[in-house]
């Protein structure tokens, strides 16, 4: 889930804490409610810094500690907010057989950032994911909606290039 | 009534190479010449051959045009569907005859296959109930309701040998047997669409392909056990399964076959979604069940079994997507019928994801008891560029390395597992010559590391122990002896680990090491690696009598390692190489080589 730094400070508005607030009423009662709300909080605000934790903490009346320790385990969950433009590649094995590891570092190397990571203009962030299930275009990244497939390392530099 | 029907594939491979536009344009196209009408365009589910998506059909001729793009569109309109004349360039080439068109079912990728699980996958619009409800959907549920006692239908699920296709090969209907036989005033069925293997996308394809059978069979496994609520467990990286699961969710409840008194007889059966968040170990059951209670998806020690004190502490059956497809079918067809394919003790098909170094990427079903040779060669289409097979991976992390010399034994659970592998929910990844089996132990260990949970110490620990250990033989440093204690530790792992996470997490490394030993002896004391992956124990060297002296390397050279004067042929110092590879991509006349 790349390092647990907040690189940039929380700037959540009232119309998200109102939304996280209906979500949470919502749901309150539901059996094991607390991994919904969560993925909906994550869909309001775009991560989960600890600013929203305290608030699910406090409305659920669950320890921050509970919340913590969820959010950390599952990987959809990020402490940092993503960039504008969010590059996902493909480590599944079908991937990574093809090569989808050099691509990777490539990016690693091309954003100067690591696995999890945000560029400083926030608009780039990567992270390496599991499988798709586009095997058949194998090796593949994403960029937000966009797919691409059957990559070469050389394709790198034309697919940022769109989004620069 | 239409004269034609369009079928475009809308599966995940197929929309991800762009089929959302060519239907987009197939509607304006068919609108624009007037047949709207007359010819139906219908989104479905996985074709299977997804190496050649995007995917179209049409009816009623059968005609399967593959790689279709945009620009295609308007030739398919009013070259096909207007004049009747095929568009031969595109045809699936085994389908193209002299003639005219051979038959799909003919040709190398299907004749073999068998589709039960995966029946109205590309056949019918997933989105809609009525084309579920047309090719005998929901009808293994009124039967079951009006004609048979839950007994009977447990009693139907044990004749006809279903085990379960996530990976275990546990039994079904002794599963459900189990949880019958525990009164509770609560029970749970759940749906374990947590399909984590990296490679595995048959689940994912049967939840886009054809969601109402996953519905059915979790409402006749509610039937037969006594529960009222069933949950599913679906990856959230399956937008378009989620999507699709929740449409046909409530269209179900519309339609009055989900929610109270279904078919008239006062069963109460409904189902809700719950979305994973991206945890390997959430596959395992207990730790599916832990999560959907809102916690850290661990695992649990059993006993107690989740068929006694399962979800929120109420008897619980959790059960595959695949293995929940294959019930209608066996209640309508006769659990005789079901038994009738497969192996002794292994009934049925299995539904297989090929991936890697293979032609024919894509989804395939086949008997029990096919060979892997079939599998890979015939329905695969074999290796392409001429590369030589080493290695077949089944079962994910969990499993191993299958060599040449097993290829002719059929697949089944009990079989895999005496070579070393393991089914798993069915991924089969295939590699070549240009695969180092190290590196890919190397590859899942660090998938095993990442994954691992962290409550028991021999998973939490020894896995990333066995990460360190391949790290070493991978950057040279690795020793004969550390093979030894590599594969003692393997066997702690399986012996004391909590779940089956860990338990099989070794079986990468115990396989590898048992077929492929030479390749780790050649990294340990050769300091080489075959396949020539693993970076540190590479050489790139310059073929001093194909070098032209043109300069370029060692002015692209990012340590300055390579030096020559012009026309002569250059030199890399070694000590100063940085195995980047950027000299080998560029030279001009292939003089550059790694060793």
Same mark, same amino acid.
């Given at each position: 889930m790349g390092s647990q730094k907040n690189t940039v400070p929380f700037a959540g508005t009232k119309e998200q804490e109102a939304a996280l607030l209906k979500v949470i009423a919502d749901h309150?009662?539901?059996?094991?409610?607390l991994m919904p709300i969560l993925q909906k909080a994550q869909d309001i605000y775009g991560y989960l810094p600890i600013e929203v934790q305290s608030i699910i903490s406090n409305e659920m009346n669950v320890p921050l500690e509970k919340v913590y320790g969820i959010v950390t385990f599952y990987s959809q969950f990020s402490l940092n907010p993503k960039g504008k433009f969010k590059v996902s590649v493909c480590l599944g094995t079908a991937c990574y057989v093809k090569g989808s590891g050099d691509i990777f570092n490539k990016l690693q190397e091309n954003l100067g950032i690591g696995d999890g990571d945000c560029t400083a203009d926030g608009k780039f962030s990567l992270e390496s994911c599991r499988c798709i299930g586009a095997c058949g275009l194998a090796p593949v990244l994403t960029v937000n909606e966009d797919v691409y497939g059957k990559l070469t390392v050389d394709d790198i530099d034309g697919i940022l290039a769109k989004y620069k | 009534m239409y004269r034609s029907h369009v079928l475009v594939c809308g599966g995940t491979g197929c929309t991800s190479s762009g089929s959302p536009k060519i239907i987009e344009a197939l509607q304006t196209e068919i609108k624009k010449n007037g047949l709207s009408e007359e010819v139906a365009v219908v989104q479905t589910g996985c074709h299977g051959l997804c190496a050649l998506g995007p995917i179209m059909i049409i009816y009623p001729e059968a005609t399967f045009y593959t790689?279709? /793009? /945009?620009?295609d569109i308007p030739e398919i309109v009013t070259e096909h569907l207007l004049k009747g004349r095929i568009v031969t360039r595109l045809l699936y080439k085994e389908t193209a005859e002299d003639e005219g068109l051979n038959s799909l079912n003919e040709t190398d990728f299907y004749k073999k296959q068998h589709r039960i699980a995966l029946r109205n996958c590309g056949v019918i619009n997933p989105e809609n109930i009525d084309e579920y409800i047309a090719t005998s959907g929901y009808e293994a549920l009124g039967k079951v309701l009006t004609e048979n006692t839950p007994d009977q239908v447990i009693q139907s699920i044990l004749d006809s040998g279903l085990r379960g296709r996530g990976g275990g090969g546990f039994p079904t209907g002794l599963k459900w047997k189990l949880a019958k036989g525990n009164d509770a005033d609560q029970k749970y069925v759940c749906c374990n669409?947590?399909?984590?293997?990296?490679?595995? &996308?048959m689940d994912r394809s049967v939840l886009e392909g054809d969601p109402h059978v996953v519905l059915e069979a979790m409402a006749i496994a509610g039937y037969a056990i006594g529960a009222s609520q069933g949950y599913i467990y679906v990856r959230a990286e399956y937008p378009i399964a989620v999507d699709r699961l929740k449409i046909a969710i409530n269209q179900a409840r519309e339609y009055g076959?989900?929610?109270?008194n279904i078919f008239n007889t006062g069963f109460d059966f409904d189902i809700d979604l719950r979305l994973g968040a991206g945890a390997f170990v959430c596959g395992e059951e207990t730790a599916l069940m832990t999560s959907i209670e809102g916690n850290r998806g661990e695992p649990r020690p059993r006993p107690p079994f989740p068929a006694q004190?399962?979800? &929120?502490?109420k008897p619980t059956i959790l059960n595959n997507v695949e293995t929940y497809a294959n019930i209608p079918q066996i209640i309508l067809n006769g659990p005789e019928w079901f038994a009738s394919m497969g192996t002794e003790k292994s009934k049925g098909t299995k539904v297989f994801a090929l991936g890697g170094k293979i032609r024919n990427t894509g989804l395939v079903e086949v008997p029990m008891g096919t060979t892997l040779r079939e599998v890979i060669d015939v329905i695969g289409g074999g290796i392409p560029n001429g590369k030589k097979f080493k290695a077949a991976q089944t079962g994910g992390p969990s499993g191993g390395c299958i060599p040449t010399e097993h290829f002719d034994i059929p697949i089944d659970y009990d079989n895999l597992i005496g070579i070393g592998s393991m089914m798993g929910s069915g991924g089969l990844i295939v590699m070549d010559e240009d695969n180092c089996m190290v590196d890919i132990a190397k590859f899942f260990l660090e998938f095993t590391v990442d994954e691992s949970c962290g409550k028991c110490t021999p998973c939490r620990i020894g896995t990333k122990r066995l990460q360190e250990m391949l790290e070493k033989i991978t950057t040279g440093?690795? /020793?004969?002896?550390d093979l030894d204690k590599m594969e003692e530790l393997c066997y702690y792992i399986k012996e004391n680990a909590l779940c089956g996470l860990g338990q099989t997490a070794p079986n990468p490394v115990l396989s590898t090491l048992r077929y492929f030993r030479d390749e780790y002896i050649a990294h340990v004391v050769d300091k080489k690696c075959p396949s020539g992956v693993c970076k540190a124990l590479l050489s790139y060297v310059i073929d001093a009598e194909a070098c032209k002296g043109c300069t370029l390397c060692s002015r692209i050279c990012p340590s300055g390692a390579i030096s020559g004067k012009v026309k002569e042929a250059h030199i890399i110092d070694q000590s100063k190489c940085l195995k980047c590879g950027a000299c080998m991509e560029k030279c001009r006349f292939g003089a550059i080589s790694k060793k």
């Open positions: 309150k009662d539901d059996k094991g409610a | 790689l279709v /793009t /945009t620009e669409a947590d399909e984590g293997d990296p490679g595995a &996308f076959l989900l929610g109270k004190k399962g979800l &929120f502490m440093n690795g /020793t004969l002896e």
